[in-house]
């Protein structure tokens, strides 16, 4: 009987498992070595004669790192290198992810694909709330909260509405943005979704309260108050007006976010 092509833990659903994300702002010492471990592995089972040093000026040229090029064995080369990954800056470990992707993308797509699957595996078992999506580490967050936006913006597309879906995709990459969150850029692309959705269904530039309050069979009342306060607090805080000194939370953001997909998708029978 030929060995299984996947491990028990994902033969039997372990791996994958929705888990409460607990490291954001973190690239930890494992994940490092998990990357570094990935890496070469796939390099010298699938890149050219020397991955090592290939690897080792994927590195320097996404660092800006300076290495003796006088050291060629392919044992050395990635003693020079180890050390640089554990010792950078946490952001720069996921810059580093994107640059060695984009290297295997373009000499042996087999062992990119290898390297995002293994590398997102790795996100989930370690509770690290980022995921390689399409070439790009991009925020993950959990199942329901992906699903809405993913929802929304299919939903925009195929209602022919590309500025508003635009706007959703901004917001969500402002929430992966490193080392920090740009959550007040979030809010804003969010709610102008939204606005850009009313002004196709008016005909005019009309806010969220106002639409609300010509639509008032729309959503139960207690909610129609709570979705207002949401519209209030974007404004109030800074969040779209850019009030000094104020900026929403990771968490406040991605609820303001997620609210919105939701209300893109709302329509007046």
Known sequence: ????????????????????ITIRDDAPKDLRFVF???TRALARECCG???????????????????????WHYQEVWEQIEPVVYDCEWFRVYDLMEAVNAYFRKTAPKAAQEFTEQLNDSFVEQDIGWQLLDG???RRGDEMFEGTLKTGITVLEEDKKPTAAGHLRFAI??????PKANTSGAVAHATSAVECVLG??????????????????????????????????????????GKEGTEPTGEEAEFAVAVCALLTRKRPK
């Open 1 to 20: 009987m030929p060995p299984p092509s996947q491990p028990f833990s994902k033969r039997h659903g372990y791996i994958g498992q929705t888990k409460e």
């Open 36 to 38: 570094l471990g990935i």
């Open 173 to 178: 990459s402002a929430l992966s943005s490193r």
């Open 49 to 71: 004669q020397y991955p090592e040093i290939e690897i080792r000026d994927v590195v320097a040229k996404t660092l800006g790192k300076w290495f003796d090029p006088g050291v």
């Open 200 to 241: 196709e269904i008016t005909g005019q530039a009309m806010t969220l309260g106002k639409y609300l309050d010509k639509n008032p069979s729309l959503f139960h009342p207690a909610l129609k108050k709570g979705l207002d306060g949401i519209y209030g607090y974007a404004s109030d805080e800074g969040a779209r007006h």
């Open 136 to 138: 790009r580490v991009v």
